[in-house]
């Protein structure tokens, strides 16, 4: 059995679902083992974004996530853009939270992939 490292966990893994009254119920986890209070801001955002690439909303729509304990952020779909060729939006996500951790990421010279890189899709459209 292949030894787990730091690198190779995951940090957050955030579960949804949608509530009767159509807010976004999330409950999210990070390490090690805990729940967070919020209803996670990045979480959002990619909701709000899956939810566009499905053709489900359009500029100057709202969505609510929900975390289980209460929690609110609203997210608000301000706009289309592109980050380079790719199509996009930009939101602005509204509600309280507190900071959990501050991190610091660099780019080594040597990477090869310094712009990222592209997976295929592999569950089609």
Known sequence: ???L???SRLAYVIFRSTDPDGVIRTFTTRRPGR?????CGTGSNSNMAVQY????VRPGDTRVSRSIIGCEF???????TTVGPVAGIQNRV?????IYAITQIGLD????FPSGFWLSDI???
Do not use: N
Request: contains cysteine.
């Open 74 to 80: 609203t997210t608000e779909f301000l706009h289309e």
């Open 5 to 7: 490292t730091q690198q």
């Open 123 to 125: 569950w089609g459209s």
């Open 1 to 3: 059995m292949a030894k």
């Open 109 to 112: 010279p040597s990477d090869p």
């Open 35 to 39: 729940a967070d209070c919020s209803p």
């Open 53 to 56: 690439a499905a053709g489900k």
């Open 94 to 98: 509204v509600g309280q939270c507190w």
